[in-house]
């Protein structure tokens, strides 16, 4: 079973600040993995799938990178509508399998 | 566009069953699957199933023997039952459509509260 694991829970951080959030999968999982943003209240929106293709419409300034086990999610210059909680995602076809991590939790500082 | 419906209150050990509604996209679509996830409150998400409009199926093993997804394309929806609910199942559930392994389109949501 493929666990991936987010890091840290919650970041604290300012206004234009350059923020990285982490996603580590248990197994090599290639590039099959995705980045939502879920703003309280609202449902997750897709940002990144493929590892580092954006989602159609989403800002430059979210840059997702890695392969295998380690990924990461950049955001530069965060905005104010930034503060919200990230999820990565794990997908495969076969065996089918979606898996999410737990969630990183990005506050004003 | 997708939209949940459904009963908000569901008995411990009855069956939930929930529907998705897609508006402004086919879900004959050969290029979509149709997803469940779901959202306890205040916590993070899980993967329930996916469906294509042709009726193939994927679970998550953790839900499967309680989990059937359907899909009317008269109707452009699909569905979701999931027997046995208990508390632990409640949560906020959300439809949603896949296309190439991530959910790029969400309904809002609907919440589902188990309770007697």
């Known amino acids: 079973e493929m666990v991936m694991t987010q890091s840290p829970a919650t970041l604290s951080v300012s206004p234009g600040e350059r923020v990285t959030l982490s996603c580590r999968a248990s197994?090599?999982?290639?590039?099959?993995l995705a980045w939502y943003q879920q703003r309280p209240g609202q449902a997750p929106r897709l940002l990144i799938h493929?590892?580092?293709t954006r989602a159609t419409g989403i800002p430059a300034r979210f840059i997702g990178s890695g392969s295998g086990t380690e990924f990461t999610l950049t955001i530069t210059s965060l905005q104010s509508e930034d503060f919200a909680v990230y999820y990565c995602?794990?997908?495969?076809?076969?065996?089918?399998?979606?898996?999410f991590g737990q969630g990183t939790r990005l506050e004003i500082k | 566009q997708l939209q949940e419906s459904g009963p908000g209150l569901v008995k411990p050990s009855e069956t939930l069953s929930l529907t998705c509604t897609v508006s402004?996209?086919?879900?004959?679509?050969?290029?979509?699957?149709w997803g469940w996830i779901r959202q306890p409150p205040g916590k993070g998400l899980e993967w329930i199933g996916d469906?294509?409009?042709?009726?193939?199926?994927s679970y998550n093993p953790s839900l499967k023997s309680r989990v059937t997804m359907s899909v009317d394309t008269s109707k452009n929806q699909f569905s979701l039952r999931l027997t046995s609910v208990s508390a632990a199942d409640a949560s906020l559930y959300y439809c949603?459509?896949?296309?190439?392994?991530?959910?790029?389109?969400w309904g809002l949501g609907t919440l589902v509260t188990v309770s007697s």
């Open positions: 949603a459509r896949r296309l190439s392994g991530a959910y790029d389109h």
């Open positions: 402004g996209d086919s879900i004959r679509s050969t290029s979509y699957f």
């Open positions: 469906i294509f409009f042709s009726g193939t199926t």
């Open positions: 197994q090599s999982i290639s590039i099959n």
């Open positions: 493929g590892a580092s």
């Open positions: 995602q794990f997908y495969n076809n076969w065996p089918p399998e979606r898996t």
